[in-house]
Structures are given as structure tokens and as C-alpha cells.
């Protein structure tokens, strides 16, 4: 089967880093993403890793380890406007067919 | 905005009846995909499907079909509704079977 696994919720202060972690476990590992999503609006897109490693895009960064089954995104210079939710989600080829598998997401609150 | 279009975006309606869910994907974009969000849960992936034909296959209920159209847009028919089909329900396209997904801005139902 296929499960993803992030925390609930994080707090921390504008100005700030935060690392938001992803565990998964999928027979078909094919890529990992990271969406954003405002409450009650659409999720956005953040980041994509297929190899592992680190990739950077400004603010933001998102490490994959396949081995580990492991993700991370690290947001530096937090903002108010960061407070948003952050999906977790793999993408898993099983049988020639691939699917979006998402995690519940973790809901960042930023304190002035 | 990502291109992707859903309507109508709030809906309500009483337990036993069938509504249609519209989604109009990003132009070009082959790919379309469904998922449900009910309230502080994650994303739960029903339907996806390429270029007019059925890929691939999640949680979706046998109260609820799908198909898209030769113009690529794509509905979402939910019937004999429960109190529990109050969610929101998210359209998403990519170009192909492996891009990044873009969303649209979701369609609000509530089942009274």
C-alpha cells in the first residue's frame, strides 16, 4: 500500500526557519512534490525532487531521500503569509498507471 | 491563476440528490484529475483521466462516475448524496502523465 506521514501542525516566529517533514512509504516511488495550500483555496505548487538530494527556489528548499523515504521543505525568512498549509505528496507508478498519493498536510501558523 | 477551471464553485443540496461537478483543464493539458477534500483532511484521489480515457482509479465511491469529454473538460456526477459528500472537490490537470498538477479553484459542496 502506500502511506505518507507529516505532522499535524507547526508554530514558529516570522523571520524564522522551519523544516516540515514527509515520511512515505510506496511500492512505485516516482517523484515527490511539495504543494501549498491557503485554507479553503486551491493547493499551488512549491517544489519537485526525484533524486535525492537538496533543491533550492528561493525561500524555499525540498531534500528527498529515496533510501530513507524521507522528504523535507525548509522555508527561511518566514513571512506571515507562509501560514498555509503544506502538502506532502508522491507520485507512484504501479502497473503502467501513475497516481498523485497525497498527506493530510501540516498546517503552519506564523507568529509575529 | 492556474488556468484550470471548476464550476460551479459552492453548491448545496439535500441528501438523495445528484449533482455535476464542471472542470475545464489548463489549455494544452491532457490530464485531468479528481480529488475530495473533506474539512481538515487531506487530499483524496478519485479519478484520473488522459485524453479522454480512464487511467487510473482511487477511492471514488460507485455513487460517483466520471469521464471527460473530446474537448478535454472533464465532470464529476456525484448522486444519491450523503451528509458525508460535503467536501471540497478539486480539479486537477497536467500535460501529461507525469507533470506537476495544477488546481483548480475547487468546488464547494454541502450536502444538507
Known amino acids: 500500500g502506500q502511506n505518507i506521514d507529516q505532522p499535524t501542525e507547526m508554530t514558529a516566529t516570522e523571520g524564522a526557519i522551519v523544516q516540515i517533514n514527509c515520511t512515505y512509504q510506496t511500492s512505485g516511488f516516482n517523484g515527490l512534490f511539495w504543494y501549498q495550500q491557503h485554507a479553503g483555496e486551491a493547493p499551488t505548487f512549491l517544489s519537485y525532487?526525484?533524486?535525492?538530494g537538496l533543491e533550492e527556489k528561493g525561500r524555499f528548499s525540498s531534500f528527498l531521500s529515496r533510501s530513507k523515504g524521507y522528504s523535507y521543505l525548509l522555508l527561511k525568512e518566514l513571512q506571515m503569509k507562509d501560514s498555509a498549509s503544506y502538502l506532502c505528496a508522491v507520485r507512484d507508478l504501479t502497473s503502467g498507471t501513475y497516481k498523485y498519493i497525497f498527506g493530510t498536510g501540516t498546517r503552519l501558523k506564523v507568529l509575529a | 491563476d492556474s488556468g484550470v477551471t471548476q464550476t460551479p464553485k459552492h453548491l448545496i443540496t439535500a441528501t438523495g440528490q445528484r449533482v455535476t461537478l464542471r472542470c475545464s483543464p489548463r489549455s494544452g493539458d491532457l490530464s485531468v484529475y479528481w480529488y475530495q477534500q473533506s474539512l481538515d483532511q487531506g487530499l483524496q484521489f478519485l479519478i484520473q483521466y488522459y485524453n479522454g480515457e480512464e487511467r487510473a482509479k482511487g477511492n471514488i465511491l460507485e455513487r460517483f462516475s466520471a469521464q471527460q469529454f473530446p474537448d478535454l473538460h472533464s465532470e464529476l456526477n456525484l448522486s444519491s448524496l450523503e451528509l458525508g459528500d460535503s467536501a471540497l472537490y478539486f480539479c486537477a490537470s497536467s500535460v501529461g502523465y507525469t507533470g506537476e498538477l495544477f488546481f483548480g479553484e475547487g468546488s464547494r459542496l454541502t450536502v444538507l
Open positions: 525532487n526525484v533524486l535525492d
